[in-house]
């Protein structure tokens, strides 16, 4: 087994998802030193945080918070491309395993009883062939005994660019981009609300908003980086 190990490893070596330099035998995904430079934030250790004024008079939630700082140019990017672009959904479980230990430092995901990942249209998810959402979530279902739901909230049209769009696709533009799935069960319960990159925070606004249409529900906010100019 050794020998075969040694030989799958010599023809497609393993390497940094962050700086593409080879893994040691001991390493998984990132190399022992982009693992101890990861631009972590510390989020979940403060309640008025960056991620949490994106949603500040948008929408009511619980708490939000983002593990990694992401830049372009950095190894925070290189990190989730792979992820999202180069068929690495492993990446998503590891840093979720990742920030699942600092979590558990928290009592933020104490009364969650759902996890949520932003859901992906199905033509998009079957040409990717997968979430990159999905292994976050998993990680942090695995570490705190929490559901997954992934038939509450579904993605009802594919977003497209707004440039060059005449009035009828504008207005078009105007329905709901998601939706609460008609069959599900829909019962008041604190959400888990999970995506890999806040930017401007429109898009977990909009499923948090369809997840608050349930009375006396509650929504939790993480993702696994957060867009920043400088750091």
Sequence with gaps: ????????NLLFPKCCMACNTLLLKNEIILCTICRCALPITNQHKIANNQSMGKFYGRVKIEMACSFLYYKKGTATQNILHNLKYNNHPEISYFLGNLYA????????LDTVDEIIAVPLHKSKQRK???NQVEGFAKALADNFHIPINEKLLIKSKRGKSQAKKGLFDWLKTKEAEFVLCPKADKQAKHFLLLDDILTTGSTLEKCAKQLLNIPHSKVTILCLAMSTKSF
Excluded: A, C, F
């Design 101 to 108: 230990q600092q979590l558990k430092e928290t009592t933020i």
């Design 128 to 130: 990717r062939g997968y």
């Design 1 to 8: 087994m050794n020998l075969l190990e040694n030989l799958i």
